[in-house]
């Protein structure tokens, strides 16, 4: 007949790094470091974090400068595709960071977004982030189409 023995030991000594608390904190800490332009926004739709690529793509100098920022308050300026003026307010929680927040689900949608004298239009797709059963914020990815 087979003998098995376990033996357990004490557990490792923890990171000194402690751990994210949240979803959105644990995200912010992966878009940080992404390739790829992302970006991560709370329920307040203030930028938590953004990778250096996505926060070159929105229109600034680096991703430090994005970090604490509202999303609409003079950082972003989205246009109509129908007419090339400011989104209306109305529509501006029908973007994909903002309505994936709002609304627990997946969303995807273009964006026109003029920074400096440049206008963009980005793919957008957004998922939300939930701490527990409850949205806390939206982590979303952009590709210049």
Known sequence: MAHVELSLSEPAEPDLVPAPSSSVEHWAIAVTEAAEPCLVIDKLSLIIAASQSGAVL?????QSKAVGRHLFAGVLRLLDFADGADL????????????????????????????????????AVAT????????????????EV
Do not use: H, N
């Open 58 to 62: 929105l229109g600034f100098e680096d």
């Open 88 to 123: 209306p307010d109305s529509e501006m929680e029908k973007i994909p960071p903002v309505l994936a927040y709002s609304s627990g689900r997946l969303a995807r949608g273009l964006l026109r977004v003029q920074s400096g004298g440049e206008v963009r239009t980005l793919d």
């Open 128 to 143: 939300p982030l939930f701490d527990g059963r409850q949205a806390v914020g939206s982590l979303t990815f952009f590709s």
